[in-house]
């Protein structure tokens, strides 16, 4: 097969917020992309309203986090209150993250996918095919064809790769097989956006209200918007809850003032883990790959954490520097922070959806008493280290995200990332002779790196370090003596080439 023969590089198949922010990625490093999608809009019904700050550092590196700020606010506390209001769990956002940015956002997803648009739209590596739909594909050796349908009939796409941003029923996922794992938590809920004209008083906090009578949830959204969400109790039908009507009967005694009804859908809200998330030249990403109740605000966060940790090893890959086997890793290491993230949904879910009136009194009295004794209020929400992977296992730090150090104007805050660039990176106390392919060797005397000299140093004396290789996606490879990591990063990327130099 010729290089002629292919369409593009990468055919990601999908264009919601994961498939855009892959696309993005890719063509920025310089990936020819075709993202298609059978959709020509954004997806109209209200979905995410939360997004974490790592989410934050990875629209920094495509260069929209001003245009996203635009649509978001920060995030605030986060109650869990009881039928009569009283306080059973308080969840303060971090005043310190080790992306350099706040908390977390509360957002409006609508302007931030337009965002995005407008951001694959300035990139000539990305060629988006908007009212398209995919059909069916077929692998071989060398690459990926995809049968498509377009306004102008049926036309067929060859690709080195693909991903499924396909969403929650992807079509690509059913094409690589093997089946779905099911938490078995399963539960109706009406979502409800609405408009909030000034003068109108909503809370300043997020709520989760436990009430038995009707779990509710009640949050920011973008500006000038509010977020409710109403469990659908036994026997109620989605097309009741959908009448204007009932909405309105539902945020009454909320007693907001002139709030307007934006759009609302009945969703079923469950957690689910693809199996296999890659076979051979295609993959699946985002919600094509895995679901979760919202209620840690983490579905699209998952999914554009995929989206960073795939757009690097398919570049290194494309360019010749990482032997396909690099792309192994990727279930690998993600699979673990999905599913921390879906049972910390789910387990705030169950908090949630009690109906029955004395199981609720019980767990008001029990989550009341763990606050009174001071136990922490839920497991950390920080992903744990990548426990395999594209990580040198067992040094120090390997597998955590690397901090972004700021410094300057805390208005308008240097950022370390801006200094970095794409590619992998080797920071080291002192000089360094040598390189590999694609990385980066800094000093932490480096210009480029003067403003967060000090951070840096102290991460290097925290972690007893001489050197820290810190991947594209900003999480951590290894930390130690420089010459070892280059060693092991060149291992980790071509293990085969390795194995035959060895031999
Ligand atoms: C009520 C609710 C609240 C939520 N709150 C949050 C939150 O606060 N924070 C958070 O992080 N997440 C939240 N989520 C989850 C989040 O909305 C999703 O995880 C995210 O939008 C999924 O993005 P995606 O790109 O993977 O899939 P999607 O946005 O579903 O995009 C898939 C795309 O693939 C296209 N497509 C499908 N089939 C084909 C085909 N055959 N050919 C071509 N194109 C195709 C579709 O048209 C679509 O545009 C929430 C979800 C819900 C329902």
New binding site residues.
């Given amino acids: 097969m010729n290089v002629a023969a292919y369409d593009c590089d990468v055919l990601v198949?999908?264009?919601?917020?994961?498939?855009a922010v892959l696309t993005a990625l890719l063509a920025e490093r310089g990936v020819a992309v075709i993202a298609?999608?059978?959709?020509v809009a954004p997806?109209p019904m209200?979905?995410?309203?939360?997004?974490d700050h790592e989410i934050m550092r990875i629209f920094q590196q495509l260069g929209v986090a001003d245009q996203v700020s635009q649509h978001a606010r920060d995030l605030p506390d986060y109650e869990f209150r009881a039928a009569d209001g009283r306080v059973l769990m308080n969840l303060r956002p971090p005043r310190q993250t080790p992306s350099g940015w706040g908390g977390g956002y509360m957002f409006h997803q609508p302007g931030v996918e337009a965002v995005l648009r407008e951001r694959i739209a300035a990139l000539p590596n990305a060629d988006v095919r908007l009212g398209q739909?995919?059909d069916s594909l077929a692998q071989d050796a060398h690459g990926v064809t995809a049968q498509v349908t377009t306004q102008a009939g049926a036309a067929a796409l060859r690709a080195r790769y693909l991903v499924g941003?396909?969403?929650?029923w992807s079509?690509v996922r059913e094409a690589i097989g093997g089946g779905l794992f099911d938490y078995q938590f399963d539960e109706p809920w009406l979502?409800v956006d609405m408009q909030v004209p000034p003068g109108c008083n909503v809370p300043a906090v997020n709520i989760q209200l436990c009430d038995p009578a009707r779990p509710t949830t009640c949050v920011l959204s973008g500006p000038g918007r509010h977020r409710w969400?109403f469990m659908l109790l036994p026997g109620e039908t989605a097309e009741a809850m959908l009448d204007d009507a009932v909405v309105h009967d539902l945020i009454r005694p909320w007693d907001c003032g002139p709030v307007r009804i934006e759009r609302k859908a009945v969703?079923r809200f469950h957690g689910l883990v693809a199996n296999r998330w890659r076979a051979g030249r295609i993959m699946i990403a985002?919600?094509?790959a895995h679901q979760t109740p919202?209620f840690a605000?983490?579905?699209?966060?998952a999914?554009i954490r995929d989206a960073a940790n795939l757009a690097w090893k398919l570049d290194a890959v494309l360019r010749g520097m990482a032997s396909d086997a690099l792309l192994q890793t990727y279930q690998a290491e993600r699979e673990p922070h999905v599913r921390a993230a879906i049972e910390l949904a789910i387990g705030m879910g169950r908090v949630v959806c009690t109906l029955d009136r004395d199981a609720a009194a019980q767990r008001d009295a029990a989550m009341l008493a763990a606050q009174a004794g001071g136990a922490p209020a839920l497991p950390p929400a920080t992903p744990s280290p990548f426990a395999s992977g594209c990580v040198l296992a067992g040094s120090v730090g390997a597998g955590e995200l690397f901090p972004q150090p700021t410094a300057g104007e805390a208005s308008a805050p240097l950022r370390m990332d801006d200094r970095l660039g794409d590619e992998a990176v080797l920071i080291a106390r002192a000089p360094i002779v040598g390189t590999a392919a694609g990385l980066r060797v800094l000093e932490v005397d480096a210009q480029d790196l003067a403003p967060f000299r000090p951070a840096l140093l102290a991460w290097l004396d925290q972690h007893g370090a001489e050197a820290v290789l810190v991947r594209p996606d900003r999480y951590v490879f290894g930390s130690g003596a420089p010459r070892l990591l280059l060693d092991a990063w060149a291992a980790s990327l071509n293990p085969a080439a390795l194995a035959a130099e060895a031999r």
């Fill in positions: 198949v999908g264009l919601g917020p994961v498939g298609l999608d059978k959709d997806y209200p979905r995410a309203v939360h997004f739909r995919l941003c396909d969403g929650a079509p979502v969400e969703y985002g919600d094509a919202p605000g983490q579905g699209m966060c999914g």
